[in-house]
Each structure stands twice: as structure tokens, then as C-alpha cells.
């Protein structure tokens, strides 16, 4: 059912993505759940981490889907139902999955935008402490339990993302090169930062013409307008 599918996803989630991303963020110590010995070293491998932060947006957007995820959608009396719906599904008779449905607390939308922005900072940036600096101000992150937090109050067009915003397009202009080399992936990324950060694909748009300026890439600026 779509139940247990979702169940186990945010499972997966709480499990063995999440206290990854606490431990680069916050430090091995504060997390028991990984070994720094063993993760550590993985984290150093930019491809390694580029691939699971791909998954782990993936994994978010797929919870994201779910019937039953989102606390807009859901209340407890669902909850309740699609516990009940187990036993007629034979569900019972597993009690690692019925364990799942049974515990299981629903999504918070906010909490869940955050996360995802907050990743797809990381697959924008290899550099963890500009991430950091455009991180929302909060100690939940990467908590377990954090995806049932509300936490729309902290997710505000503020200076420290539209600062990491405009870095990282800049960067990219400088790394370019052709009068067409425009990486229009790259820029969907940034635009899919920006919905979630409140900042409009017409300013991510400005910001990266302007950026080309900077970076003296004047030829690609008609390719990079056409584009958007």
C-alpha cells in the first residue's frame, strides 16, 4: 500500500540519510548513528557526496508525493485508517512493517522544503562553510524528528541566501566559457533553490546576467537571456 511505501522512505530518511548530513554540519560527536571512521573518509569523496545528496533530494521529493506525507493532506484520523488498513492487508503479520505505519508521525511541508533546500545548497556548492553560512537559523537540522517540525518562519528571503544565491551563479559564470557553453541544468537547480527560498527565477535570472558581467563572459549574456 501507499502507506507502508511512504512509511519506509521516511524511514530510510531518518535512518541512514539524515544523521550523515548532521554529522557534516554539526559534527561527528553529535550523532551515534554513523561512524565517523567509516563516513568521514566518504564524505571527502566529492562524487560519493555529489550522489547521495542526488538521492537524498530524490528520496525527499518522493516522500514529498506521498498520499499520506504531508500534514495539509493528513490528520491523525488518517493515520489512525491506514494503521487499521494494515491488519486487512495482512500487514499484521509483519511486525517490522505495521511497526512503521504504527510510529510513524506525518511530514511537515515547511520542515521538508527546508531540508531539500538545504541539500540542493550542497549539490550547488562544494563548499560546505558557504552552505553553512546560508543555513536557516535553527539547531533542528538533520534531527531526528525534524521533518515534523514547522519551520516556515525560517525559511525567509534573507541576505545570507541571496548572497550564497549570487556566489554560486557567479561562480559558474566564471567557469564557463563559449558564447552557448550556458549549463541550463545548473540553472534549473538554482531556480529550484530559489522557489523554495522565495527568490523568483526572474531574480535568479538578473543575478546571472549580471554575474557574466562580472565575470567579463559579455558574449554569453544574449544565450543566457534567450535561455530563460
Not at 557526496?49 to 516522500?63: C, K, P, W
Not at 509483519?94 to 533546500?117: A, T, W
Not at 541539500?119 to 562544494?126: I, P, S
Amino acid at each position: 500500500s501507499e502507506e507502508i511505501i511512504n512509511a519506509v522512505r521516511v524511514e530510510l530518511w531518518q535512518t541512514y540519510i539524515r544523521p550523515i548530513y548532521r554529522a557534516l554540519f554539526f559534527g561527528f560527536e553529535e550523532v551515534t548513528e554513523v561512524s565517523e571512521e567509516v563516513i568521514a573518509p566518504l564524505c571527502q569523496n566529492k562524487d560519493w557526496l555529489r550522489g547521495v545528496t542526488n538521492s537524498s533530494v530524490d528520496l525527499l521529493e518522493l516522500i514529498e508525493v506521498g498520499d499520506f506525507a504531508l500534514e495539509d493532506k493528513v490528520g491523525k484520523e488518517k493515520w489512525r485508517t491506514s494503521y487499521d488498513n494494515c491488519w486487512h492487508l495482512g500487514y499484521h503479520e509483519d511486525i517490522v512493517l505495521s511497526g512503521l505505519v504504527r510510529k510513524m508521525s506525518s511530514v511537515n511541508e515547511s520542515s521538508l522544503q527546508m531540508h531539500k533546500g538545504i541539500l540542493l545548497a550542497c549539490l550547488l556548492c562544494d563548499d560546505m562553510e558557504a552552505v553553512w553560512r546560508s543555513l536557516p537559523s535553527t539547531d533542528i537540522i538533520f534531527l531526528r524528528g525534524s521533518l515534523s517540525e514547522d519551520v516556515k518562519s525560517v525559511i525567509t528571503h534573507d541576505v545570507g541566501r541571496l548572497n550564497f544565491v549570487e556566489e554560486v551563479l557567479l561562480q559558474k559564470a566564471r567557469s564557463s566559457f563559449g558564447p552557448t557553453a550556458i549549463d541550463s541544468n545548473f540553472i534549473e537547480k538554482v531556480k529550484r533553490l530559489g522557489r523554495i527560498w522565495n527568490i523568483s527565477e526572474v531574480s535568479v535570472n538578473t543575478r546571472f546576467v549580471l554575474a557574466l558581467y562580472r565575470a567579463g563572459k559579455d558574449v554569453m549574456v544574449d544565450p543566457a537571456l534567450c535561455d530563460s
